[in-house]
């Protein structure tokens, strides 16, 4: 019989971070400056970082998109993946957020990779499709507010290169988008843009059950 996924449990992830964490000490600043924060719960996991570091090497990124940076850690921990010559637009609502994100990557020494664009996502990512970056990106995070994933997803689409990747947080909601009586609005939402994804014949994807959930997805080099 195979063996079925194991459970997480809170020791088992101590043991995980014990024999694989190597968190880059300006992430490991970010997060201690960002506990004390009420979102802090909004950081990604550092093993999540540290995935997406590596992600970023394999495929060989240069071209990023995030929508939703929060206090900056997912975007330094792209930034330490990409070379000297890579670029991120890193697209957030919130200035307070937002600056203390730059005074961590300046710290870090990689600011000149990220151009911070403040501002609605709703409005800024079409205006990128608008400029001609459409197919250009090979690396696109999104993990911003859960009522407009199905939008940043099809604009993500447009602008993702045939076999770029889109990245997509807090998938499974603490796993209660198992639950049929669900009342919360953004795990409903989540059930919905999974059963989307899911039905989209345009891209691959891949669930990892790391973190808050999330998806790997994607986009073929060819449509039919
Ligand atoms: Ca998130």
């Not at 970082?49 to 970023?56: A, D, N, P």
């Not at 993946?81 to 961590?104: F, Y």
């Not at 940043?152 to 889109?166: D, F, Q, S, V």
Request: charge should be neutral.
């Amino acid at each position: 019989m195979p063996i079925e996924s194991i459970t997480v449990s809170e020791k088992l992830l101590s043991y995980i971070r014990s024999v694989s964490l190597k968190e880059h000490q300006s992430l490991r600043m970010i997060r201690e400056r960002t506990e004390s924060h009420p979102c802090a719960k909004m950081l990604i996991t550092p093993e999540q970082g540290q995935f997406m570091t590596m992600l970023v090497q394999l495929i060989g990124a240069k071209k990023c998109l995030e929508i939703g940076v929060f206090t900056g850690y997912s975007t330094l921990a792209t930034a330490l993946g990409l070379p000297e010559d890579g670029k991120i637009i890193a697209i957030d609502r919130s200035r307070e957020w937002t600056s203390r994100a730059q005074r961590h990557w300046a710290e870090a020494g990689v600011e000149h990779k990220i151009d911070l664009r403040v501002g609605e996502g709703m409005e800024l990512i079409p205006a990128l499709i608008e400029n001609g970056h459409a197919g250009t990106f090979d690396f696109i995070f999104i993990d911003a507010d859960k009522k407009n994933y199905e939008n940043y997803y099809h604009l993500a689409y447009t602008l993702c290169k045939p076999n770029g990747l889109i990245m997509v947080d807090n998938t499974l909601w603490r796993g209660t988008v198992i639950r049929k009586d669900c009342e919360d609005l953004s795990a409903r939402q989540l059930k919905s843009f999974n059963t989307m994804i899911f039905n989209d014949d345009r891209v691959n994807l891949t669930i990892i059950p790391m973190a808050d959930g999330i998806h790997l997805i994607r986009k073929k080099e060819t449509t039919k």
